[in-house]
């Protein structure tokens, strides 16, 4: 009897234990990130090159007083085999952050594989990001090619790419 009442002590202790140990137990947490922002869906406004009204900026906008923001000139000049060709830079406006549509030239992007297209979106969208602005990039078709969106609420802003694969040129061997 003693020796039965001692299997049933063990048992319940071990039973006890065995609760006690899975209600310490650290259940896996998500974490906890910041969404970023959906891209603009508002459409290019190629007009605006020509004809810039307000605060809206392009590249053929120049302050004579200050530098003038965002500051895309070097970019441009910079920018491999002249891929970028004008942007216009629109300031924060209804809740809706500021942002840079970029107008690059089509033949140049069709030949640019998705290496070199993710480049050159990240090094612009950096530049873009440090004043603060997102990024679209578009021909002049106005068809949306890629964009570089951020989060600005947190520091380090949280960014992220997206391609359009539509104008993904597939070779085949044969």
């Excluded at 065995?18 to 974490?31: E, G």
């Excluded at 085999?81 to 970029?102: F, S």
Aim: a positive charge; aromatic letters at 8%; glycine letters at 2%.
């Amino acid at each position: 009897m003693l020796k039965h009442q001692l299997l049933g002590c063990q048992t319940s202790l071990l039973l006890l234990l065995t609760i006690s140990l899975n209600s310490l137990r650290v259940l896996p947490s998500l974490a906890q990130t910041t969404p970023v922002a959906s891209p603009s869906q508002a459409p290019l406004e190629l007009d605006l090159l020509t004809n810039p009204q307000g605060l809206i900026t392009t590249a053929n906008t120049i302050n004579l007083r200050q530098l003038t923001v965002p500051s895309l000139w070097w970019a441009q000049e910079s920018s491999q085999n002249k891929l970028l060709d004008n942007w216009i830079a629109y300031p924060a406006n209804n809740g809706e952050p500021a942002r840079v549509d970029l107008i690059v030239n089509q033949q140049i992007w069709s030949l640019l594989d998705y290496v070199e297209r993710y480049n050159f979106v990240n090094r612009l969208g950096g530049n873009a990001r440090n004043f603060s602005y997102n990024v679209r990039v578009f021909n002049y078709q106005q068809e949306p090619l890629a964009t570089y969106t951020c989060n600005f609420s947190i520091s380090p802003a949280l960014c992220r790419i997206q391609m359009n694969f539509q104008n993904k040129i597939v070779l085949r061997r044969s």
